[in-house]
């Protein structure tokens, strides 16, 4: 087993770990003994073991003017990590806090290409059970389509994120809405001569709006509360006037 990469996750370097390691094959030890089982040159041993004896995992006694270490019970470092986990874990609350903050400020984020589209795309269903709502492009599947079924779709509801999709009565997405259910969506439909949208326009996590035109391949990300807000007012108008796909497709039939 490679111990020293076990220290070193533990927080030590290499070199700290050789000297611990030596030291504690050795028990009580001078420097120069260390030095020559450790395989560290003799100066840099000493600076590493004033390092351990920092970290408290190296005791030092002086005897005839000569100093001896000793390295103490590997479970001493564990006993380090579960304290070091649990302060963590304390501090958790704030730190993610401050994240939260953050993301509040008010900003805009610009990307292009496919994949530039993609990465827009995956910030959307980072949070689990948060409801979207979006503005159906016409144009939304054009080259698109193996990522929405392999990655998007299938990530959104395993997240438990359902949709709320503003989208127009074309004959050719009758298919997708046959999903509604399945792919957690609910839709309200629009004549499609009043409706040509080139971008699709997604509002989600309570701060942010994504707008995406498969086109240009270009997108757009807006993390403002006040924007988000203002284009959820005029969507939930819109989706209380609309019908939903069934009546709207029946009348057109």
């Known amino acids: 087993m490679n111990y020293i990469s076990l220290l070193m996750k533990a927080n030590l370097t290499d070199k700290e770990a050789e000297v611990y390691l030596a030291n ?7 420097a120069a003994r260390i030095s ?11 600076v590493e073991l004033e390092n351990l004896i920092k970290k408290g995992l190296v005791s030092q006694t002086t005897r005839k003017g000569l100093k ?11 006993n380090k990590i579960e304290e070091n986990k649990i302060e963590f ?3 958790l609350p704030d730190i993610l806090a401050l994240a939260t903050m953050t993301e509040k400020k008010t900003s805009v984020k610009y990307f292009e290409g496919e994949e530039g589209i993609k990465e827009v795309y995956r910030d959307t ?15 939304k599947t054009v080259g698109n389509e193996s990522f929405q079924e392999k990655y998007y779709i299938p990530e959104r509801q395993k997240k438990k994120i359902w949709v709320r999709a503003i989208v127009p009565n074309d004959p050719q997405i009758k298919p997708y809405l046959a999903k ?5 969506r609910r839709t309200h439909v629009i ?5 040509n949208l080139a971008n699709e326009i997604i509002m989600y996590d309570e701060n942010k709006v994504a707008i995406l035109n498969y086109t240009d391949k270009i997108g757009i990300m807006i993390n403002s509360l006040k924007v988000h807000d203002s284009m959820k007012q005029i969507f939930e108008i819109m989706w209380e006037m609309l019908p939903d796909e069934r009546e709207m497709f029946e009348n057109k039939n």
């Not at 949070?127 to 016409?138: D, G, Q, R, Y």
């Not at 509604?180 to 957690?184: S, T």
């Open 68 to 78: 001896y270490y000793t390295a103490v019970n590997p479970k001493v470092i564990l």
């Open 191 to 195: 004549d499609q001569s009043k409706y």
């Open 125 to 139: 269903v980072d949070k689990p059970n948060k409801e979207m709502l979006t503005w159906f492009s016409a144009t």
């Open 36 to 46: 020559q089982i450790s395989g560290i040159k003799r100066p840099t041993t000493y």
């Open 180 to 184: 509604n259910n399945e792919q957690l």
């Open 89 to 91: 874990e304390k501090s």
């Open 24 to 30: 504690y094959k050795l028990g009580e030890s001078l």
